[in-house]
């Protein structure tokens, strides 16, 4: 077996045996990656609790056939101020769960793993209102999945859109409309959230577009995902 350095983050653990457990970590350079923890379970554990969701680590691992074994883990930053605060956690739960979902194992995808550390950052630092549904709409454009956003997807009409539907892929016209109505207002914080203009997109305060655009983010990534995501939706929808 051979040993590895690299990044992580940790998604997610999963009790093996008496003592052990695999850790999913989403790391730099080695894509997601799931590493058994020899006795992190037991009291003097060596890893102690370095390897709880969330956590960013530098790790030592021998790479095995299915399951590598962490050899070493140090902490690079805990987020501390998302893990005392209910709401924040929540958000980077979801985060989480959505690299896990999209995150192929062994298989290195350093752009997704800087935009979620990116994303745990700015969370640590403050609550912004769009700080989930921006991650997300970025990690689509990641995933080539882009929304059209400048002309209608249906007839190319660059003014008067009203409507956004994801099977077309992006905006439409109101000729055009199908799919959900969407505010000129939302529609220019996704522009900015993905054009360049992130930082002023997270200063945005919370208000209707901001509701908006996170209802939009959260069904284009459920859409992508073929699923629902568990940890972001605060309350129940019929
Ligand atoms: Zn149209």
């Given at each position: 077996m051979s040993l590895y350095r690299d990044d992580g983050v940790v998604l997610r653990t999963l009790r093996l045996g008496?003592?052990?457990?695999?850790v999913t970590l989403m790391t730099k350079g080695h894509g997601k990656?799931?590493?058994?923890?020899k006795g992190v379970r037991r009291t003097k554990s060596k890893f102690g609790g370095?390897?709880?969701?969330?956590?960013?680590?530098?790790?030592?691992?021998?790479?095995?056939?299915?399951?590598?074994?962490?050899?070493?883990?140090e902490v690079q930053d805990t987020f501390r101020a998302v893990r005392e605060d209910l709401a924040r956690v929540a958000k980077a739960y979801t985060l989480l769960?959505?690299?896990?979902?999209?995150a192929q194992e062994r298989h290195a995808n350093s752009r997704l793993y800087d935009t979620l550390l990116g994303a745990l950052?700015?969370?640590?630092?403050?609550?912004?209102p769009l700080l989930v549904p921006a991650f997300c709409l970025k990690v689509l454009a990641l995933e080539g999945s882009t929304p059209v956003l400048g002309e209608c997807v249906s007839c190319g009409a660059a003014a008067d859109l009203v409507a956004f539907d994801l099977v077309e892929g992006g905006v439409l016209c109101r000729s055009c409309r199908r799919g959900r109505a969407v505010s000129a207002g939302a529609?220019?914080?996704?522009?900015?959230?993905?054009?360049?203009?992130?930082?002023?997109?997270?200063?945005?305060?919370?208000?209707?577009?901001?509701?908006?655009?996170?209802?939009?983010?959260?069904?284009?990534?459920?859409?992508?995902?073929?699923?629902r995501l568990r940890s972001l939706r605060s309350s129940p929808t019929a």
């Open positions: 008496e003592a052990d457990r695999i990656v799931r590493a058994v923890a370095r390897l709880e969701p969330l956590s960013h680590v530098a790790l030592l691992c021998w790479q095995g056939r299915e399951l590598d074994i962490v050899n070493q883990a769960e959505v690299v896990d979902q999209l950052h700015a969370l640590e630092d403050d609550d912004p529609l220019e914080l996704v522009r900015r959230i993905l054009g360049g203009g992130l930082a002023s997109a997270l200063a945005e305060p919370p208000g209707p577009f901001t509701t908006e655009v996170t209802d939009l983010a959260t069904e284009a990534m459920e859409v992508h995902l073929d699923r």
